[in-house]
């Protein structure tokens, strides 16, 4: 190989030392990774940035996933990391007049595969609610109410905690929700967590209320103040452990299981996302995986022409 390609790396290199000033650990992972494309691009005779096309940048991101006789194939983060390190290098030779075109721009790092949420079985849920609290107390009444709501409207831990009084319409089964950037939604609230709030609200909250804080917060603490976020996470957690649920638990589960459970059930992706309160239906959408996956599984275990025994 001539000079051209491996003295523009060089150069990317010391530009991004010298004058970026990266630190060791990272110009390490620069040097590893434009190591590779420089072996790649060796072995495609390919000598001067101004011979690498777009195609040859594609080909070389196939290969960081396959791998071959001299390097072992990358996953995802690896070979995402790697093609910024190869984006970088085309955007510098451009900037420095090496190349006319940056053959890079339209290419994109490989994104991770979406990772499916972990809903759980109706049952779980149900033995959770079941086990809120120590029964018989007013701590007790709150955790119940609590994880219903949670459950039965897929609030976000923080809009839990953050209800207030005047949020509730009991007599028109609804709350409202105030999600991320400010933004309010009223959703339904189902029997279940309407006659659990109730119970709370006319047993267990006003001897729980604070004649200092006085607060308008619909789940209190002990001393009579909001209940944080952290104090909610302990009040699933353990009912999971009364309940004799091994599956990690928290309260993103029961917003999953929410979802989920809706969409099992028939409701359209649409609603789904308005109960959520997700701005992008695409968002929304990573629940019908979920589903999606348990059909693929009866369907495999109950049809007899599924899979060839």
């Known amino acids: 190989m001539s000079d051209g390609v491996a003295r ?14 990266l630190a060791d650990n990272t110009l390490r992972s620069y040097r590893r990774d434009l ?32 791998g071959d006789d001299e390097h072992v194939p990358l996953g995802t983060a690896s070979a995402a990391r790697t093609i910024v390190a190869v984006r970088g290098l085309h955007r510098f030779w451009l900037r420095e007049q090496l190349v006319e075109t940056d053959v890079t721009s339209a290419i994109k790092p490989p994104r991770p595969a979406a990772r499916l ?37 897929g609030a976000r831990i923080s809009e839990a905690v953050g209800l207030d009084i005047d949020d509730l319409d009991l007599d028109e089964s609804t ?78 589960t029961l917003r999953h299981s929410f979802a989920t459970h809706l969409l099992d059930g028939g409701a359209d992706v649409r609603v789904v996302q308005e109960l959520l309160g997700h701005a992008s239906v695409t968002t929304t959408q990573i629940y019908t995986l979920v589903t999606v996956e348990k059909l693929r599984e009866i369907y495999a275990t109950a049809h007899p022409r599924a899979a060839r025994g």
């Open 175 to 252: 709350i409202l929700l105030r999600g991320k950037g400010g933004k309010q939604r009223i959703v339904p609230l189902g029997s279940y967590a309407k006659a659990s709030l109730a119970d709370y609200l006319a047993a267990s909250r006003p001897s729980l209320v604070s004649a200092k804080t006085r607060t308008p917060a619909v789940f209190l603490n002990a001393r009579g103040g909001r209940l944080s976020r952290q104090s909610a996470w302990t009040v699933l957690t353990k009912a999971a452990e009364r309940a004799g649920v091994t599956a990690d638990v928290s309260p993103h």
């Open 117 to 153: 949420p972990k809903a759980l079985p109706l049952s779980d849920v149900e033995s959770i609610l079941d086990a809120a609290g120590a029964p018989g107390t007013n701590l007790s009444a709150r955790d119940r109410a609590l994880l219903e709501v949670l459950y039965g409207t």
């Open 35 to 66: 190591r590779r494309y420089l072996d790649f691009l060796a072995l495609h005779a390919i000598d001067e940035p101004s011979a690498i096309a777009e195609s040859d940048v594609m080909t070389f991101l196939g290969a960081l996933r396959t």
């Open 8 to 21: 523009g790396v060089q150069d990317y290199l010391s530009h991004l030392t010298v004058e970026r000033g």
